[in-house]
């Protein structure tokens, strides 16, 4: 997925300003930066919550403006980072609502609902209001929906998570992030993910896209945030160094 | 810590129920009434027959048609604006159709059989077009203006019908307080006609809405993220709903309540899928008015009551409960 000459502005404000970014399938992209960097802005626009102002972006070889709105909802799906239902569905009823945009049976949509939610840890939750469950849960919950939502793709889909490990426990967000490279490698999805913990960046993620102002201003191997002037640079960030027999760890 | 289990009802049984309720509330309203008949007590005399054939029936056919319309619009409603206290009495849509109503009986008289479901349409439309726009924003829905605009349209609706009654003739006098309070006296074979095709024609429309109805209930952007053209949706739905109410109002003019008690009542039946929650909204509005109009014709027998007064009645501490709930959850 290649983003040319990407511009975005809200009340005569430059948010987005991208001259190139490459993003591929098959491995897990982190997007990082301070805040108000404009990287859920970046997200909104990927999944055409917003329009860019001028630019392109292409996705399979197509310009992302041509793509239906079925197209786009079986290719392109993100995780929100909070949920606001109204009504008390089910979490499996939440979870077959990812199948809105496809074409299933009821005994395919059963067995394709049940197995998203054991990828995600969430069945034993199936007959509970989705309102009564934690952020946590509720997200693990709407992450199987998501999966739901891209399983009828038929080239490789892109997935876009918001903060997934914000509301997550420890153990937990080491899984869901697990998990994502697990879609990334094994089904050779595009995933894109905006994280806040670098150290989480450093063991899960194949690519860092470092934006601040809505530019970027690196791309490359995680090992950039080992970088003492970049951290400096873009967070205003001076890191310990943690000093052992042979080797030198950053501290974030 | 352990969440509980959702306990719902089967679909299929509570649809079960409602129609045995309504197969009874149906015997019960040709049969009861200042005049009373057994069903064992056959066969009836010709004024038996024309009480039952020309009173009661149409009567009760109305009352069915009304109470499913209004359910339907209200179940919509409030999977649109994301709300459960969105109802077409509340947010000021039913009084809106009802001036639309008024206003087309004063000045147009002569046509009235088609320019008062017309006008109440074009009356509901504006007002929910209104209601909508003011209580759009961007976190989603705001409750507190949706009430507001209903209360502001309301008492703007209200002064205006007040003011129609001062200056109209004995006639129309009589109609206007029928559309104040509701009744389904009038029950015409042109009304009743007009209710069941606008029953049919929502029905099915609504039923292929549901759906991406399901997906709204997640928020406007998720629902664009699964595919749903939110925007034409809405726009469609809302001229739809007017169309409703207006229908009803024309027909008996304004109920309030059912569309607000109806719908969350089968959704704490059987969960909030739109699949399930349209159709069964359908039946037991349609019970539920029936019932309410055999109550307005016998508590105060042989006078009655007008049935807006009952369904007030039944609805308000209903509502109450429900502002109760959701008083956490408002924003200001």
């Known amino acids: 997925m290649l983003l040319e000459n990407i511009k975005f502005s809200r009340n005569r404000s430059l948010l987005i300003n991208i001259d190139r970014l490459d993003v591929l399938p098959d491995r897990v992209t982190a997007l990082i930066g301070p805040n108000g960097a404009g990287k859920s802005t970046l997200l909104k626009i990927l999944c055409r919550e917003l329009r860019e102002d001028s630019g392109s972006i292409v996705f399979h070889d197509r310009n992302i403006k041509d793509w239906s709105r079925f197209e786009l909802a079986r290719h392109v799906a993100i995780l929100p980072q909070s949920s606001n239902l109204v009504f008390p569905f089910t979490a499996y009823e939440v979870v077959t609502l ?38 946590g849960q509720q997200q693990r919950v709407q992450l199987a929906r998501v999966l739901v939502q891209l399983s009828q793709a038929d080239k490789p889909p892109l997935l876009l998570l918001d903060e997934p490990t914000s509301a997550q426990d420890l153990a937990q967000q080491h899984k869901l992030l697990e998990q994502t490279t697990v879609f990334a490698k094994e089904k050779g999805y595009y995933v894109v993910v905006v994280l806040h913990d670098l150290n989480h960046v450093l063991n899960y993620a194949d690519d860092v896209v470092i934006l601040k102002n809505g530019s970027v201003v690196e791309t490359g191997s995680p090992d950039l945030l080992k970088s003492q002037r970049i951290l400096e640079n873009v967070w205003g960030y001076t890191p310990r160094l943690s000093h052992s027999s042979n080797s030198t760890t950053v501290i974030y | 810590m352990e969440i509980a289990s959702v306990k719902r009802m089967a679909p299929s049984h509570t649809a079960l129920v409602l129609v045995l309720l309504m197969v009874v509330s149906s015997l019960l309203a040709v049969s009861l009434g200042p005049m009373k008949f057994s069903l064992f007590n056959m066969p009836l005399g010709d004024y038996e027959q024309a009480v039952i054939w020309q009173l009661r029936v149409p009567r009760l056919i109305l009352a069915l048609l009304v109470g499913a319309l209004l359910a339907l619009c209200g179940a919509v409603m409030q999977g649109l ?51 909508w726009r003011l209580a759009q924003s961007p976190q989603g829905t705001s409750v507190v203006m949706l009430l507001l605009a209903g209360i502001a349209i309301s008492a703007f609706g209200g002064a205006v019908i007040g003011y129609m009654s001062y200056v109209a003739d004995d006639q129309a006098l009589r109609d206007i307080s029928l559309w104040q309070m509701g009744s389904l006296a009038g029950a015409t074979r042109s009304s009743t006609a007009i209710c069941f095709v606008a029953l049919v024609i929502l029905g099915f429309s609504f039923y292929r809405y549901s759906n991406a109805l399901n997906a709204l209930l997640l928020g406007e952007a998720e629902a664009r993220h699964l595919g749903i053209d939110v925007e034409g949706m809405k726009l469609k739905l809302i001229v739809l709903c007017a ?90």
């Open chain 2, 243 to 332: 169309i409703g109410v207006g229908v009803a109002v024309a027909a008996s003019g304004i109920i309030g309540f059912v569309g607000l008690v109806v719908p969350h009542c089968v959704r704490m039946l059987t969960g909030p899928n739109h699949k399930t929650l349209l159709p069964l909204s359908m039946l037991c509005g349609a019970v539920l008015l029936s019932l309410a109009d055999l109550f307005a014709r016998l508590w105060i027998a042989p006078a009655e009551l007008p049935i807006g007064l009952v369904t007030a009645l039944l609805g308000a501490p209903f509502f109450f409960t429900l502002i109760i709930q959701q008083r956490s959850r408002f924003q200001y």
């Open chain 2, 81 to 131: 604006f994301r709300n459960p206290l969105a109802d077409p009495g509340i947010a000021g849509v039913s009084t809106g159709a009802a001036l639309g109503a008024v206003l087309s009986l004063v000045l147009l008289p002569a046509w009235s059989v088609f320019s008062t479901p017309f006008c109440a349409f074009l009356g509901g439309l504006v007002t929910t077009l209104l209601v």
């Open chain 1, 98 to 135: 990812g199948a809105t945009p496809l074409r299933l049976t009821q005994n395919a949509m059963r067995q394709m609902v049940e197995q998203a939610m054991k990828n995600t840890g969430c069945l034993d939750l199936k007959d509970t209001s989705f309102m009564a469950l934690s952020g």
